[in-house]
């Protein structure tokens, strides 16, 4: 039995095992890195650009990522939950102006400055990062075709692979 496990053991732990797993590793790091920045007690968050009122700095599909800091200056673009309804339950928009305690907000692509003030507590924070193709690949990743493409077929094809293989180490045929 020992022999066995020692043969199983050199086989199922090969240099391209090793890389596979380590990849794996690598893209589970990243998705806990995403979703984590959506915890309430992370102090940088992602979010998607739902709409073109920040273009052309921030165009629709661009991945955010935003950090909390100690003070906003008008210039800075940043992301906040509105006080009114809205389309979206986050707002990203630049600083227009500042008014004692509250923060005068404005799209870029927007003629107008926004109906409504922002206070401190509703800023989440300010723009740290983005990217326009990190986005795309972040939406179709989380879309059934981009799960299908690479979550579900990869899983099943590695599983039956693998799986062959270690029945034939064992010598068992199917």
Same mark, same amino acid.
């Given at each position: 039995?020992?022999?066995?496990?020692?043969?199983?053991?050199? %086989?199922?732990?090969?240099?391209?095992?090793?890389?596979?797993?380590?990849?794996?590793?690598?893209?589970?790091?990243?998705?806990?890195?995403?979703?984590?920045?959506?915890?309430?007690? #992370?102090?940088?968050?992602?979010?998607?650009?739902?709409?073109?009122?920040?273009?052309?700095?921030?165009?629709?599909?661009?991945?955010?990522?935003?950090?909390?800091?100690?003070?906003?200056?008008?210039?800075?673009?940043?992301?906040?939950?509105?006080?009114?309804?809205?389309?979206?339950?986050?707002?990203? %928009? +630049?600083? %227009? #102006?500042?008014?004692?305690?509250?923060?005068?907000?404005?799209?870029? #692509?927007?003629?107008?400055?926004?109906?409504?003030?922002?206070?401190?507590?509703? !800023? !989440?924070?300010?723009?740290?990062?983005?990217?326009?193709?990190?986005?795309?690949?972040?939406?179709?990743?989380?879309?059934? !075709?981009?799960?299908?493409?690479?979550?579900?077929?990869?899983?099943?094809?590695?599983?039956?692979?693998?799986?062959? +293989?270690?029945?034939?180490?064992?010598?068992? %045929?199917?």
């Amino acid at each position: 039995m020992k022999k066995l496990s020692k043969i199983m053991f050199k %086989h199922l732990f090969t240099k391209s095992s090793l890389y596979k797993y380590l990849i794996g590793q690598t893209l589970v790091l990243i998705m806990f890195v995403v979703f984590v920045s959506k915890s309430p007690i #992370a102090t940088i968050k992602s979010y998607i650009v739902g709409s073109g009122s920040m273009s052309p700095v921030l165009t629709t599909k661009t991945l955010i990522i935003v950090r909390q800091k100690s003070s906003y200056q008008v210039g800075d673009i940043i992301t906040f939950v509105p006080d009114i309804p809205t389309d979206f339950s986050t707002v990203t %928009h +630049r600083i %227009h #102006a500042l008014g004692g305690n509250v923060y005068v907000t404005k799209g870029d #692509a927007n003629l107008k400055v926004d109906r409504f003030l922002v206070l401190p507590e509703q !800023i !989440i924070g300010s723009l740290f990062f983005e990217n326009l193709i990190l986005g795309k690949i972040y939406l179709f990743l989380k879309s059934n !075709i981009g799960l299908l493409t690479f979550f579900y077929l990869p899983t099943t094809l590695i599983t039956y692979v693998e799986t062959k +293989r270690i029945l034939k180490l064992l010598d068992i %045929h199917i």
